[in-house]
């Protein structure tokens, strides 16, 4: 059976037949997450170069950007990451990657103010275009013409290519982004969540936002949108806990409690991947809702980063320790 999901998930993009085909066999189970496993491939050392703040991959490339302003290409050959370029053109934290659907760029955001476009050439990157946006870029997400990403202070700047820029949410202290479809989701330091269109710049509230209790603050640390549920892990007083949405509606579907504190967030068609401090994954089943397996990345670190390939059968890891690790999801 697993060979057989294997073979539909790695044809549901070019194939309707096989995503069809992949939903029935994921309906016919119990649980499609019950399906697989997951085996550590490789893990490469760059302690050297700082924190993995940033990991993204497209077909056999991977792409990790690091605390020093480093960004490496790595070629992604089965259970070795070979290194095939490093590049040192951002001077400082390099906060976020984006390969768009194109699959032949790349976006990388920093905080020495700038956003880069680069070219994916068959074994190298080059940098086409510098864009200087005046402020520290953190949780960069590129739709089209425009930009968006978290400032050093309040609010989310949009930028467009051509220059102009504006603020919005300038109210609130924003911790996590998600794009989907012209709409923008943020998550903030005081556990508030919104959606902003961005094409009529109308402000819809998802989750009030509560004061701080006995002086500290319940973040949102992590948000994704995926096949029309808002998935957002969050603190409070009570502990870590994960909340899915309706995202035509807003309304609540369910919160579960979790054992870790949520730094990063991948969801997949069948499993939400949590990147946890004390440097675990906690990988849960995204239709039932309920934790399926832990994964240990050795050292007590944070899990700063996270990213799946196209196919979703290798999770990529970034950690404040310096190391990045691939995962076989089978």
């Known amino acids: 059976m697993k060979d057989i999901l294997k073979g539909l998930r ?5 194939s309707n037949v096989a995503l069809e085909m992949l939903k029935v066999f994921s309906e016919g189970s119990e649980s499609s997450a019950d399906l697989w496993s997951h085996k550590e491939l490789t893990q490469q050392d760059c302690s050297m170069n700082g924190e993995v703040l940033s990991i993204a991959s497209i077909k056999d490339k991977i ?3 690091h605390s020093d302003g480093t ?3 790595w070629m992604d050959k089965g259970s070795v990451l070979h290194l095939i370029q490093e590049i040192r053109e951002h001077s400082k934290a390099v906060t976020s990657l ?3 659907q194109s699959g032949d760029t790349l976006y990388s955001g920093s905080h020495d103010k700038t956003v880069r476009w680069w070219s994916i050439n068959k074994e190298s990157i080059h940098c086409e275009q510098v864009y200087d946006v005046k402020d520290q870029v953190n949780n960069l997400l590129v739709a089209n013409s425009i930009s968006c990403f978290i400032p050093q202070g309040a609010g989310i700047k949009i930028q467009s290519w051509s220059g102009t820029s504006k603020l919005l949410n300038p109210s609130k202290y924003v911790k996590c982004l998600a794009l989907v479809h012209g709409r923008l989701y943020s998550g903030c330091q005081d556990n508030s969540i919104q959606e902003i269109d961005l094409a009529t710049g109308t402000l819809s509230s998802i989750q009030s936002g509560s004061r701080k209790l006995l002086g500290k603050a319940n973040p949102v640390h992590a948000l994704k949108v995926h096949d029309g549920f808002i998935y957002s892990a969050s603190s409070s007083v009570e502990g870590t806990s994960l909340k899915v949405w309706n995202a035509s509606n807003y309304t609540l579907n369910q919160t579960v409690s979790l054992g870790s504190e949520v730094r990063t967030m991948v969801v997949s068609s069948d499993i939400i991947y949590m990147g946890c401090k004390g440097g675990i994954v906690e990988v849960w089943c995204r239709k039932k809702l309920s ?3 832990t994964l240990q990345t050795g050292t007590n670190c944070r899990v700063v980063c996270m990213a799946l390939n196209s196919n979703e059968d290798v999770l990529l ?6 190391r990045i690790q691939a995962w076989e999801v089978s």
């Open 291 to 293: 934790r399926k397996e």
């Open 98 to 100: 984006i390969v768009p």
């Open 71 to 73: 960004i490496k290409v």
């Open 317 to 322: 890891i970034g950690t404040s320790d310096g």
């Open 10 to 14: 790695e044809f549901k993009k070019s």
């Open 63 to 65: 792409f990790s950007g």
